[in-house]
C-alpha cells in the first residue's frame, strides 16, 4: 500500500481513530525510531495538511 493510499484511509477514520494515528506517529518520531526519509515524509503530510490535522486535533 503506497503512502497516498494510506492517507486516503486515515482520511475515512472516525476523529478518534486519527487521532490515534497521529499520535502514533509523533511518538514513532520522538522515539527516534524512524528513518530521516520517514521524518522528511512526515513533516511533508503534517504540512501540506495542517488545516486537517488542526480540525482533527479539535
Request: charged fraction near 40%.
Amino acid at each position: 500500500m503506497s503512502a497516498v493510499e494510506v492517507i486516503k484511509e486515515i482520511k475515512q477514520l472516525p476523529r478518534e481513530e486519527q487521532r490515534k494515528v497521529v499520535d502514533y506517529v509523533r511518538e514513532l518520531v520522538t522515539a527516534g525510531e524512524v528513518s530521516d526519509e520517514f521524518k522528511r515524509i512526515a513533516d511533508e503530510v503534517f504540512t501540506t495538511n495542517a488545516e486537517l490535522f488542526r480540525k482533527l486535533a479539535q
